[in-house]
């Protein structure tokens, strides 16, 4: 995978949060800046001045969205930032979030990194009591349900996060609060740092290196942290449950420079290549990443292997959001224009080229055929992690089952169909052996269909966002 | 008044309404065109292709909201419009309109010209039982009663309009349904037209005229007009009461090519015109109006004077949103660069000034000294209507009381203040007795005080869109 | 004609120059503002700080094109404007002007009014001796003129502008001197005016006014004026010729608050206006202007015959560029959507329509039906000149001569296509009478066909501007 | 280097060019896709359609400059193309290239890389015969003198091309020809493709890799090459001197992928790497690359030294062109946001930092710190080349000597300012012999100061182009 539009897995988003600094939505646009790569879609932060709270969203990049101007007008020292991953089509502001609102409490904002399985009976529960959506986001069901129940903030905040199922790792903004909450599963990651005497949440550590705080610990599984003029204090109010954590965080989605559940992305990357090298040798002249995602793991490979690694597949730095139809026909010109081989470097040798994950196979096909053109003598595809057959209902923009080319191909033919000389996967064993962290937390359900929860209602869900989906506004 | 962005009044919105077209959104995109007077600040359509409600809305012109793509995408045979006007600085596209949700019932779509007045109370209960809110908007609380209510649509509508107060003349859209509702005491106009088998409803009949819609009749007020496959029907739910049509329409607001209330808005000003002559004739050279809402009353008034009309001051049509400042004072700059005298028509001249209404005075004050300077040798104002001493609470975008330069001073202050030679505004009798319809059917609350309705929630309106004013999204 | 887009005649530019003044960018903004009718398709000025030539130039009105940051940088106390017309498709920023480059003796800019009928000839010869040509402009041909001649800036001028032949009233701006000249005939109208010390030039004296300049004269035919260090002066190097000042500027062009060649326009429009009534008396009802280019001489006509004037077709001032077309043919719907008749002012009534001019008749053709759809029981048109039967070459984009209705049909055979009861032209004398300045100083060559020069290359302008249309910048 | 905005070299441009395909335009598109690394200021292209020449430019990247609509209207199976670097501040519209006129002959155009450097007496010469300019740009140096030279099109261009002295890789349009050429020094790269029988011209293979035309050699220098009805022809019109390529474009500039001069950018690289270990070895840890220009030379130093390579600088793919700056100083900023060290591989080690070179140092220095605060127990750098004392005034964007830290400190000071506990720079002579081509075909004078030909006018051309950097156009 790696490069693309068209073939690549797609986060859902990522969340930040900053409590007590003067210049809360500044950091919160750092914060964001740092965890661009898990939302290119839309931008938003919402602030609070202790009176009420104040909220700027656009479509596109986090520098995209803001300017001085309005972030001058985002004063306030509570802030939460959210970007959201882009798919075809639905680019609606409506999305964006933080989703914020007043209600008989005043106002409230909401954050949401993740995906909730029983949105649509809430939304049906909700409905019929009186609520209205103006969206498909999980974020406005949260809200709704805050709004819907009864006594102090604190209360409705709990009971409101029993009453949902799935994935949520979210922020959330009230005039004098900042919250965190992940689920009691964990599936998704969040972290709190310290920086000048505020606190900050964010999806991954990177975003707290940016600002210069210090990490402090993930927010666990199941955990809700408040801060507010009281200090930081910590509700654990969910029955203890198995943790789910995401997997394909340290496989895929997180930076390499962060730090995700608790270790090194960069460290399991490179296990997970060592790893592969142990269960798959191959006699081959130069081992190559897919850039820039299986570079860490191919590190690994050329490690334990022996075989040189050499950058042989060169990334260009300036893919604009879209390009030009050749009227004749350029073979391969997508995955090309994106990464070029280096012929001198491929011409005549036998080559391991290391992938992160295979979803559909086609972009494969295509690069390998850039391979085959450059010269390359063998290509041998090595994946670092199992055979993805089932899609994600936590979080992740996967296919549909039948869409994923492992669901219903065996090895050698997705070996034939990509026209390698031989393909293997990290076994599932392998892969959790190589995990920096207690093996038995992660979710891997992609991997053996096992989901940790039951999914209540996905065929409403993509009815539901179908729908909202051609409601646009500019 | 006349020209201006600082000191003139301002309609809330323009609505429109289309049922049974295949080209419903193009229509109310061409009803909205000739509705732009009552509305520059956004524009919107929602359309229902059967299945669900698709909706599209934009800040600026309806010319600069709408293209052939996005209209392209509004399918369907049933439509709603809405035109809002421009304050400065609430630039806001959650405020535009038509306001579109789902709730349990299916999806629905609001536009509303006119203005609730207890509007916070309904918000506090509302919230009281769990609901959230995004938006300032009368339309979202509209649509929120709606959904709390019980039974089937036109019984959840009818309960729902008679717990709002105040002004309001709305299109309301569903999948399979087009409403239109005008307040028990008809604030604001709203008309019925036909269309090659299909039913319009608009703001003012021009829009009908544009599209070539014959006028059937008005929405009357406390009328609940409803169309879908049934054909047309109509509900008069509410307990009768007296009209207070807003006869602010006939001075000022309404296109002089507009039948408003039943008759012509030109044919009203120019009896405004004479009226005003005969209450107070002056020896003078010339008639000249403000251009354009005094030209009708400036040719009744000829006809009833004799003294002959000049069209004595120029409009530039090519005024931009804004104007740079020079660094260099330029003496009236903001009035002369939208409205120049005409020196040979002006100079040592008496001039009869027709004006629709005085509201802070600077503008007229600024527009006498530019008279003066082209050499004027006496300037006597006529305004056709009484003095403005209250704020509307129905749906003009009045200034304060205490901005309202008649509120606090005598007639010959005023006079004094802008500078005229005389001052006279016409009498409330005489106001009146020019109108085309019943004279006991309009709202004269801003000359008289004399509210229709009890307002009971003015303070915390103001706070309230004061806090969603600052929630903004580009 | 009056409104239009497709049908009107169009001027070729406005052009501003001011010498001596700090803020001379922004007070060009201003002239340019007051010039706007002149030219929407583009806008720029260029500003001398004595060291170079600093220039500013875009897409759009004045008020789109120039902000406070883009100004600010505008830095000296000379500057120049130019607004340049719009034509459908060929919004090419090359042909913005001013028009600035740097020559042997230092830096110059021109802005050009009007259109020369050598052009094809000077670039030819130009060409032939190395020069090399950006843009179809007139202006570049000037400039290259100047930069080829030899001595002084004062030679070199007088000796390129003696070489050019047609309409020109342009400003030229050098690091240290303001240069205003008119050709022999003086085509187009050039004033000068005075502010604060400062000289002004203008093609308007409303562009004055605006400032708050006092007029002082207007550049006459065939005048250099000069302005730098040592004072203001004049040169008049060309041979004397009978003066051909453009009509059109008096019966369309012209704001109706400026003085043209040394008279009020208002005043003109108004007496051609009497004197149709005298040549061509009707029997009517009303008298109707089509606005705002009839308005003056419908008044007029009234004064003359007594029947009343009323402003029955009421203009949309929020048109914007481009509209939708609808799927289902709306009938008229371009005129009507600009122009918008008064039912109840014209229902059953013999109307007399007093028009400036006819172009092609289209748009009266839709016009009268727009009238007669509103009830007119007779509709008579007056004319405010004569037949137009011949193009201009001085700098009016009329269409071609086959285009022209009058060039290949009767009146009576015009009045058919029309749909009028009666049409009739004002006489060439009657036209010529009614102006306030010495009749015989006019260029009447499009009702005459007699034009005041030679026409050396109209074939080839026109293949060399399509040529050159074809290459865009963004 | 690498990353930056503020301390890295830049290019002056990327030429394209294509002769006998339909669809000549977008070829070009991507060609100039593949070359946007050598500038993202401007983009442009200009196609012929056999009977006029079509040119459309724009500010920003090829992917933002063009789109379908603009690319279907450049019709023509001729094109060349450019891409242009930017300079903060002169973002000129003027400025971008090809630069296209019609002159006596017809119309051409002219896209340069490279750098002029008699530009000024060129100039002056010029303008005493007539020239105006209108940009600070060599390429219109180039057209004028085409175009004031005499005879043929090919005796005009081999007259010009002679006059001019500098460094010129130029593709150059007519209506029926394309042309390229190289100087006599061969300062910048130009390679000749063959694609589907039409000929490419690109300054890097890359370009033609993308579109799958195969290299056939490069131009040479001193060579010029028309393609045209009939056929390919080189023309070798100067004296033969002593080639002076620009070592620079292995060292840094040019794509990996690419060849240049006939052999590999990538195994030039890394056998700058291996020449380094050898001449600088270190005790350390771990050999990083700054990147992702030191990748390459950071594996040879690995291979040759057997230190192990680690990604352990992470590059943020979603730089935007401008970020906000915080009220409160973030340490090392600029430098973090682009490139962020990964902790866990750097803490407690001694490491290699391979640098393709050093300009000011700042940017080393910010980047050294962020090693050192990430726990790096030795930081070495190792440049892969001399220290850079002198400027270029052959196509690269070189600071001012005073700027180059070379110039004025020792190594050791240079050393310490950067905060290093070692520095070392490849020697000339290893870096020579690490060169895939001919050691003595290389231009070192940015390191040596032994310029191959004479600067003329460097002193002007600066203030040339601080003059008409004023002049600006939207």
Redesign the interface.
């Known amino acids: 995978m790696g490069i693309g539009m068209e073939d690549a897995l797609k986060h859902k988003c990522g969340v930040f949060g900053i409590y007590g600094h003067?210049?809360a939505a500044?950091?919160a646009?750092?914060g964001l800046?740092?965890l661009?790569?898990r939302g290119?879609e839309s931008a938003?932060i919402a602030v609070s001045d202790r009176k009420?709270?104040?909220?700027?969203?656009?479509?596109g990049?986090?520098?995209?969205?803001?300017?001085?101007e309005?972030?001058k007008?985002l004063k306030g020292d509570i802030a939460i930032g959210h970007v959201r991953y882009s798919t075809s089509g639905s680019t609606v502001?409506e999305n964006?979030q933080p989703f914020?609102?007043?209600?008989?409490e005043g106002?409230?904002s909401v954050a949401h990194n993740g995906n909730l399985v029983n949105t649509c009976k809430l939304r049906?529960r909700l409905?019929?009591?009186?609520?209205?959506?103006?969206t498909s986001m999980d974020s406005e069901v949260i809200?709704?349900l805050i709004?819907?129940?009864n006594g102090s903030f604190e209360e409705r905040l709990v009971a409101s996060l029993k009453k949902i199922k799935g994935a949520f790792s979210i922020t959330i903004l009230t005039e004098d609060k900042l919250v965190a909450a992940r689920d009691p599963n964990g599936f998704r990651p969040l972290c709190i740092g310290k920086f000048?005497g505020a606190y900050c949440i964010a999806s991954e550590t990177?975003a707290l290196?940016?600002?210069?705080a210090t990490y402090v610990r993930d927010v666990e599984p199941g955990e809700i942290v408040i801060v507010d003029g009281k200090g930081i204090r910590s509700l654990k109010p969910f029955p203890k449950v198995k943790p789910a954590q995401c997997i394909f965080e340290y496989i895929y989605f997180a930076?390499?420079?962060s730090?995700i559940y608790g270790a090194?992305v960069?460290?399991a990357r490179k296990e997970l290549g060592r790893q592969l090298a142990r269960e798959h040798p191959v006699k081959a002249d130069r081992v190559l990443p897919v850039p820039?995602s299986g570079?860490?793991a191919a590190?690994g490979f050329t490690?334990e292997s022996g075989i040189?690694?050499?950058?042989g597949i060169?990334?260009?730095?300036?893919?604009?959001?879209?390009?030009?139809q050749?009227?004749?026909r350029?073979?391969n010109?997508g995955v090309?224009?994106k990464l070029?081989?280096?012929?001198?470097?491929i011409d005549n040798k036998r080559i391991v080229l290391i992938e992160d994950s295979i979803v559909r196979g086609t972009t494969s096909r295509v690069r390998i055929k850039t391979l085959r053109e450059a010269g390359a003598k063998e290509v041998h595809m090595r994946v670092t992690c199992p055979p993805i057959i089932n899609p994600c209902f936590f979080g992740i923009d996967f296919p549909t089952k039948k869409e994923l080319i492992a669901s219903s191909r065996s090895i050698e033919k997705i070996r034939k169909f990509i026209g390698l000389d031989s393909l293997k996967y990290l076994s599932l064993e392998g892969m959790l052996d190589a995990m920096p962290v207690d093996k038995t937390s992660f979710c891997t359900a992609c991997f053996t269909g096992d989901y940790p929860i039951a999914i209540e209602d996905e065929q409403h869900k993509f009815i539901l966002e179908e729908?909202?989906l051609?409601?646009?506004?500019?």
Do not use: W
């Not at 009420?52 to 479509?59: A, H, L, P, R």
């Not at 409905?127 to 103006?134: K, L, M, N, P, V």
């Not at 040189?308 to 950058?311: G, K, L, S």
């Not at 051609?470 to 500019?474: N, Q």
């Open positions: 003067k210049d500044r950091l646009y750092f800046y740092a661009q790569h290119q938003g009420s709270v104040n909220c700027f969203k656009g479509m990049l986090v520098s995209d969205v803001f300017n001085e309005n972030l007008d502001i964006a914020s609102v007043k209600y008989s106002f409230i049906r409905e019929r009591d009186g609520s209205i959506f103006q809200v709704h709004a819907s129940e000048a990177s290196d940016l600002i210069e930076r390499p420079d730090s090194s960069y460290n820039d570079t860490c590190l490690e040189p690694f050499e950058m060169i990334r260009n730095h300036y893919i604009g959001r879209t390009f030009i050749p009227s004749q350029i073979r010109l090309k224009i070029n081989p280096v012929k001198e470097i729908k909202f051609k409601r646009r506004k500019v």
